[in-house]
């Protein structure tokens, strides 16, 4: 059975987190010793910022939680407020951690790279084997369900995301587009990283050079002095003002000369308050001008969709996981029904045996009549294979379905019930 047990950041502090904190050279010997505990059979460990997680395959589920716990808490020398999960729970919760809707960041892309790289190093140390491959596998069909069925990674919810978006809503896509970022702040790094992921030429100014160098080097872009503004706007096919007061360059007798000699559409953004550019600039011709209140709208907007999307992705969770629980109900079931199943076929076998002894050799009938008994059994035995199925799923051993088809049948396999070894 999976079990998970760890902490993150819904319900633990950094100083929970960071005492956890496995660097990779310690990896190796943390999954050799987690594997060793008692009950635990299979383990991988997810350890990002965020997290530390550790999933295992467990044969005794309440043993592997307790051993887990205690050697989380002895590593860090103290108690910790530790969650633990088994059977369908744990796996909605890799599903979720998988499709970052337990990330700080709805619909942050690095999540799924970093569970999936969690679970390959855990298979190549040799702590990981079938049973949480199957896992994983699982857990990955739900996550890109979550990726290519919702937006959930798609509505970025910031001020230099509304910004790309507003400018490809009146250029296109912004890949090969240049633009100018004036100003080195915090509003202009978030801005300028944003319109670089977008994969546009990005172009910084700033009246203090060595600023406008290092956001530049921070997002792979060029950097230029303020009075070299004229002369970018010749080129730039977008333009944000992250500065308190606009630059002379953009007064619209300025702009209006630039317009003429370039001929081309350019958006301008203002992230200023109170306004940078003036609003004569943006009623010239080929200027199409925003401000924050413009931005403002499109955050709405994104965090609606965000919204929406999310609770699209909770709802391909719950289907995820009802397929795992019925995947688990017919590993549990399988020995049960398989027993059932091979007395009953050889109750058959003998009876087509004693027929065939009184009427006498005869090969094409005894085929017919194997095929028939078969063919009994299998419908026979279909309405409850199918019941006890269900009572798995829904009870394991403890479904009185179970323990009457084990009494009624003479059974000696029984499945697993939850919670108990898998």
Known sequence: MLVAVGLNQ??????????????????????????????????????????????????CPAAAE??????????????LPLFELQGEEAFRHLVRVASSLESAILGEPQILGQVKD??????????AGKELASVLSRALAAAKRVRTETAVGRAGVSWGNAAAALASK??????????????????????????????ASVVVLNRTLANAEALAAEVGGEARPLDALEQELLRADVVVSAAP???????????QRILHARRKRIVMVDLAVPRAIPAETG????????????????????????????????????EEVQKFARAEAERRAAPLIQEMRSRASAIAREEVERTLR?????????????????????????????????????????????????????????PAARGDAA
């Open 10 to 59: 819904k319900g633990a502090t950094v100083a929970d987190r960071e005492v956890l904190a496995l660097p990779s050279e310690e990896l190796l010997d943390a999954l050799t010793a987690f594997q060793a505990l008692d009950g635990v059979d299979e383990v991988a460990i997810v350890s990002t910022c965020y997290r530390v997680e550790i999933f295992a395959a467990a044969r």
């Open 66 to 79: 307790l051993s887990l716990r205690h050697a989380l808490e002895a590593r860090a020398g103290r108690s």
């Open 118 to 127: 969690a679970f390959h190093r855990a298979a190549e140390a040799g702590a």
């Open 170 to 199: 009146v250029l296109g896509p912004l890949a090969g587009r240049r633009v100018a970022v004036i100003g080195a702040g915090e509003m202009a790094r978030l801005t300028a990283q944003h319109m670089r992921d977008e994969r």
């Open 245 to 255: 007061a606009a630059p002379a360059a953009l007064a619209p007798a300025v702009m």
């Open 283 to 318: 009623a010239l011709p080929d200027v199409y001008l925003c401000d924050v209140d413009d931005l403002d709208r499109v955050m709405k907007a994104a965090m609606a969709e965000r919204a929406q999307a999310a609770q699209h992705a909770e709802r391909i969770a719950d």
């Open 358 to 414: 009184r009427l006498g050799e005869d090969p094409e009938l005894a085929k017919r009549l194997d095929a028939m008994a078969g063919s009994i059994v299998s419908k026979i035995l279909h309405a409850p294979s199918t019941r006890l199925r269900q009572a798995v799923c829904d009870g394991g051993a403890n479904d009185p379905l179970v323990a009457a088809a084990v009494q009624i049948f003479d059974l000696s396999a029984a």
